[in-house]
């Protein structure tokens, strides 16, 4: 018998106030919401525009001080529709909130950059389809290899820096006739010597059989045949067992290029280091030599002394990508790393 029924008003959630779609993009609205948002709330329009999707964890740990700063922040986002979220469904526990870029944000990197919402090539149900998309859980992983990168370069301990992060997409606008690597990056280290590494990173789910990942390096190989330019590779795998297996298989596909030298290659695996801290600059990078073998990890500022034949970067510590003009859309790559904190208080 049913003596305590759920009212009805405690089947509804409270549902922020958010502008139509039609308001969102309106230059009165978009001016209005200038004078709202600080340098931060605007480096994260744009790393959402250039990464597609980030979840509460990446963004906390790239440029919230704690997660509850971080959740009342993108709360006030979302509702300025500057930012749209969605929380994947997941058979036990509870999936982190994923944002995305919304209308809002879309129309304000367009102004604040001289074009025209068209020519983002931005649209909203793309943008928040990727809720529904077979590569979520990849584009998910690729950024949090990232941002884990991110956070190694805010603490204040570190020698080194995260200076470029380049998307898949933009990867692809570049390469994608010869190779399509899941991200591009470069760490730089400071001290106790100065050194720069640039990669290609391949993040493998475990999805594909090894000898279809090792046929990826003849894409690579070409690549640096035609560009001159050789850049490293660096192959995330779930397990160390995965990653055995994968080796074998990029040892095998390196023995049949004319050059191996051209794609210098380095392993590693998400539980190497069990137990701590899954830090991708760790010394956790192995080098795959077919002529000279080595069971040595390595931090990744090392990774350049494990090939010598590569050609050092510049000292400069900003992206390459600002000096060579690299637009896609009409935008540069955002920096990784977010701006200081502003003095100003934006208002409510």
């Known amino acids: 018998m049913i003596t305590n029924p759920t009212p009805q008003r405690s089947l509804r959630g409270h549902q922020p106030q958010r502008p139509s779609q039609r308001a969102a993009v309106t230059s009165g609205y978009v001016a209005h919401l200038a004078t709202r948002l600080t340098e931060r709330d605007r480096w994260l329009a744009r790393m959402l525009y250039e990464h597609r999707v980030l979840t509460t964890h990446q963004i906390v740990e790239m440029a919230w001080p704690s997660v509850r700063a971080a959740n009342m922040r993108l709360l006030r986002l979302y509702q300025w529709r500057l930012i749209d979220r969605f929380q994947p469904f997941v058979t036990s526990g509870t999936a982190p909130m994923h944002y995305v870029l919304d209308l809002a944000g879309a129309a304000m990197l367009a102004r604040e950059d001289g074009l025209d ?82 990669w290609f990173l391949e993040f493998d789910f475990g999805t594909e059989r090894p000898d279809r990942v090792g046929r990826k390096l003849a894409g690579y190989a070409k690549l640096a ?80 002394d494990a090939w010598p034949q590569l050609p050092p970067l510049g000292n400069s510590s900003s992206d390459p990508a600002q000096a060579n003009g690299d637009v896609v859309n009409g935008l540069l790559p955002p920096s990784p790393l977010p701006p200081e904190p502003s003095d100003r208080r934006p208002r409510g």
């Open 117 to 198: 919402l068209r020519d983002l090539d931005y649209r909203h149900d793309r943008a928040t389809g990727i809720a529904y998309s077979l590569h979520l859980a990849h584009t998910v992983g690729t950024n949090g290899f990232f941002s884990a990168l991110v956070a190694r370069s805010r603490r204040t301990d570190t020698t080194g820096r995260l200076t470029a992060w380049w998307s898949e997409t933009r990867c692809a606008r570049h390469f994608g006739d010869i190779v399509r690597p899941d991200a591009y990056g470069l760490w730089r280290e400071f001290s106790p010597a100065p050194a720069a590494l640039e």
């Open 225 to 304: 045949t035609t560009t001159g330019i050789t850049t490293p590779v660096l192959l995330w795998t779930p397990t160390t067992r995965r990653e055995a297996y994968v080796r074998r298989a990029m040892a095998a596909a390196l023995a049949d290029l004319d050059d191996p030298s051209l794609v210098p290659l380095a392993t590693s695996s998400a539980d190497f280091l069990d137990g701590q801290d899954n830090d991708p600059a760790a010394a956790r990078w192995q080098p795959l030599d077919v002529q000279r073998p080595s069971t040595w990890r390595l931090h990744i500022a090392e990774l350049a």
